[in-house]
């Protein structure tokens, strides 16, 4: 990653309050190694360094309920993430590392704000892909066991001049 682009993303990154590092352990190993890779996979943030703390497992008494008492409200979440997607890359250019890094925090953000909701019993799963907007095209497939009655899921697609995003939130009801 190059010092430019290294600074562009932590000031891009600071401004906005993200809590992702940039110095994850494969760009560490990258720069102390000397080698580059023509294509890099994006990591999870809790695939850091650091973030290996023990869960406290909660044992909760079962309530027999089968169902949700309210539905997953499929048409805000569409709006949230419309308004996170706009708000941050509305003016971006495309640029890979920094691309890396925006993947992680757009996820994060949709995901807290998703949980702000406070809908009971529904796991939350978000996926952020962006990429470069030079005509080509791009196939996402993804699979799970799936109760019809009770999850859903919300999705929306950003473009701009030259870059495109697309953002699944997945709501798993958990019984």
Not at 21 to 30: C, D, G, N, P, Y
Not at 73 to 80: A, C, L
């Amino acid at each position: 990653m190059s010092d430019m682009a290294k600074d562009k993303a932590a000031r891009m990154l600071k401004r906005r309050g993200s809590i992702s590092s940039l110095s994850s352990h494969e760009v560490r190993a990258k720069e102390f190694l000397g080698k580059s890779k023509d294509s890099m996979s994006t990591v999870s943030y809790m695939d850091e360094p650091g973030h290996d703390i023990p869960r406290l497992a909660i044992r909760l008494e079962n309530t027999y309920q089968l169902g949700p008492a309210k539905r997953f409200p499929v048409v805000t979440v569409n709006h949230i993430l419309k308004d996170v997607l706009t708000s941050y890359l509305q003016e971006e250019k495309y640029e890979a590392e920094l691309c890396r890094q925006m993947t992680k925090t757009i996820s994060e953000v949709i995901k807290a704000r998703v949980k702000d909701l406070m809908i009971p019993r529904y796991k939350i799963i978000v996926i952020v892909h962006i990429g470069q907007l030079n005509e080509q095209s791009m196939q996402i497939g993804s699979r799970c066991l799936w109760d019809p009655a009770n999850d859903t899921f919300s999705s929306y697609a950003f473009k701009n001049t030259s870059l495109f995003a697309l953002a699944n939130v997945y709501a798993v009801y958990f019984e």
